[in-house]
């Protein structure tokens, strides 16, 4: 298994981004940005989109050169329109007038319409974070999880993420789990994944892996997970006058642009306590947390947050390793436009 | 089983409240919003709190008399003592700061500490929502779920909660079912419950309602319970300052306050859309669930507040039902008040 350092891997990144079409600065924060997911340990959301963001340039299917803009401002609520433009870099836009609006006012909430696939909502909470804010971000998605009582896709993973200055971090899809850990289990060859994961196509429960992956995803603990999910679609898509549920494209799917929708919100903590003090009560909070003896079957309490700094720790000494059929993708995305591989397999 | 029109329900509780020595108008507000509940057919956070009320208004834990105050107001964000005040005395001045806020800067953030049990979050969200803003209210509550991996209490059932404008309506506890599911079981004999509800005492999943009933609630769906769980927590108590996580007490203990901390976000719609589009929005979006064909087992797809518009309808018409052995505790705690019942069995 190729093994590459995150800076030999966010050179490699840039170069397919760049020679894509994306404008330099743009690729630049694209490229940090995934890679950040891949030292996470959230491979989902790091390099292995690349191959699907080349598809989308080199279809004419993002706009990489368009800036999006504010089309209002008004108080503390900025709605901005991402004209199809490179997901991170609204994102990165948007979270830069989140933070902006949040010094004035104490609270900012900017939502994007017409923008693409942003990777993790985490690098973009963080940067929220990074300016002494809680960052809440949301966004919608593909419409691969049907509403609860139903059986056709109405509905993304949507996820909701919070950062905080303090060590504690959530980013998590409102699905039991992620496509991705079904796509996983057909990889692995194995037969069954737990309860709870996955519908067939027909709309029943299922722990068989190829059923489950011709099927839909399962929302969080049945009807709640819905409930959050149409939460996170009222605040982006709802309130943007963007694209809605099933209007939804996605990053697997040519022909049709994606038009998801993002909610960026800031919170000025400092209006509320000064923002050490925040911070040493997120501690104590985990601290109480970690207090509680392990369940039978664990060795501790983990919260939010841990298994990605345990991994991040991990790869910035050893490197980040890329699963072979992961790396192949990448590759072949690399020769389509003509960027060769930093690795060469032996 | 008792049947009661909702005014006569309403007058009971106000006379029971009256009686325990909460002054009128707080014991107004408090009887109608729980009354509101029990319509709902969420009766667990309905009259059948107040015999805990009760309790605790005659033990001195709970200062009916005291205003709360604002401890500060800064831009959009508002920190508010509830100085051990009525639960819904203070939620009810935090949600008109939030409203008032909010129509300044589009934003409004109230954090409250030192607060009591406010009865259901819904009531105070849709108070919000009535003057045209979307309202998201969350609280934590008494520690009777672990943290995923833990076996002891450290986090309340900490409720999310968003009403809009618009046919939809999200109260939901961040446990896979609110502690008033197992008792029901219990009441009613059930010796099994379903898997993902329910710890033992030494933090086992189990499916034996006597074990459940002396162990612990499950975080919705596992991990990501527990993650959402503590966003709850750190966008109340973290922020206000107020009693973290097992800090908290609880309605059914004695002895202690309970020192709850509550968080009110107002959004303005109208600085994003009109306020009748976007109403007309979340109908499409709703449509849009139900346009999904039900899955096996199920006749229609609902989204979150169909049941307990549905049940209002009903209990509008019919009256609302009480279970005889909640009846029989309400009369109890009108007793010690010297407050007649207004239904005599027959």
Redesign the interface.
């Known amino acids: 298994m190729p093994i590459l350092s995150a800076a030999e891997l966010t050179q490699f990144a840039l170069d397919i981004l760049l020679a894509a079409g994306v404008p330099p600065h743009r690729a630049e924060i694209a490229a940090v940005s995934l890679v950040a997911s891949n030292l996470r340990g959230v491979d989902s959301h790091g390099i292995q989109l690349l191959p699907f963001y080349v598809d989308q340039l080199l279809a004419g299917e993002v706009d990489a050169r368009a800036d999006g803009r504010v089309v209002?401002e008004?108080?503390?609520?900025l709605?901005f329109d991402g004209q199809n433009g490179l997901g991170q870099w609204i994102a990165n836009a948007c979270s830069e007038h989140a933070v902006r609006i949040a010094a004035?006012?104490?609270?900012?909430?900017v939502?994007a319409r017409e923008s693409n696939h942003f990777g993790a909502a985490a690098w973009w909470a963080q940067k929220i974070r990074a300016a002494g804010k809680?960052g809440i971000v949301m966004c919608n998605a593909s419409p691969i999880v049907?509403?609860?009582?139903?059986?056709?896709g109405?509905?993304g993973t949507n996820p909701?993420c919070?950062s905080?200055p303090g060590p504690?971090l959530?980013d998590?899809a409102t699905t039991?789990v992620a496509a991705g850990r079904i796509y996983k289990a057909v990889i692995n060859g194995q037969p069954e994944i737990p309860?709870?994961w996955a519908?067939d196509s027909?709309?029943?429960p299922t722990t068989k892996t190829a059923e489950a992956y011709k099927g839909m995803l399962m929302p969080?603990?049945g009807?709640?997970?819905?409930?959050?999910a149409?939460?996170v679609?009222?605040?982006c898509?709802?309130?943007?006058?963007g694209a809605?549920?099933?209007?939804v494209g996605g990053i697997r799917y040519r022909g049709k642009t994606v038009r998801t929708s993002q909610m960026f919100l800031a919170?000025?903590?400092a209006?509320?306590?000064p923002v050490e003090?925040?911070t040493a009560?997120?501690s104590?909070?985990v601290g109480?947390?970690k207090?509680?003896?392990?369940?039978?079957g664990?060795d501790?309490?983990?919260?939010?947050g841990d298994p990605e700094w345990r991994t991040e720790a991990e790869r910035r000494a050893s490197g980040i390793p890329i699963a072979e059929g992961n790396w192949e993708k990448l590759c072949q995305a690399a020769a389509r436009v003509q960027v060769p591989a930093p690795y060469n397999g032996k």
């Not at 008004?74 to 609520?77: D, R, S």
């Open positions: 209002s008004n108080g503390a609520c709605l004035q006012h104490g609270l900012a909430m939502v809680i049907p509403p609860w009582q139903g059986r056709e109405r509905l909701i919070m905080v504690w959530l998590m039991t309860p709870g519908f027909a709309g029943v969080l603990g009807y709640k997970g819905s409930g959050l149409m939460m679609e009222i605040l898509s709802v309130l943007s006058g809605m549920a099933n209007e919170i000025d903590v209006r509320f306590l003090e925040f009560r997120v104590q909070l109480l947390m207090s509680a003896p392990a369940a039978p664990f501790e309490v983990l919260v939010a």
